[in-house]
């Protein structure tokens, strides 16, 4: 299991593009990938899943990824949270 946190920079906070972008980069690996904020967990299988979170500009979101390929999922989650969403 990898666990990070991440603090949402988009001044948009994660809407309907970026989460897009992060199911379909989610559905790229074997390894299940969740989403935390505050008391609320979801997985990256629906894009509705991910905007239920209303994740806004300042918020932290922790990612959880377990499965057969963690590394390479963490690492592209890494690049998206740090290049895509700012």
Not at 51 to 79: F, H, N, Q, R, Y
Request: charge should be neutral.
């Amino acid at each position: 299991m990898i666990a990070k946190d991440y603090t949402i920079l988009d001044p948009h906070g994660m809407h309907a593009r970026p989460a897009a972008v992060l199911l379909k980069l989610a559905r790229l690996y074997k390894s299940t990938i969740i989403l935390k904020k505050d008391e609320m967990q979801v997985q990256t299988k629906s894009i509705l899943n991910i905007l239920a979170l209303s994740a806004k500009c300042g918020d932290t979101i922790s990612v959880i990824i377990e499965g057969a390929d963690e590394p390479e999922a963490a690492k592209a989650i890494d690049t998206f949270f740090n290049d895509i969403l700012k």
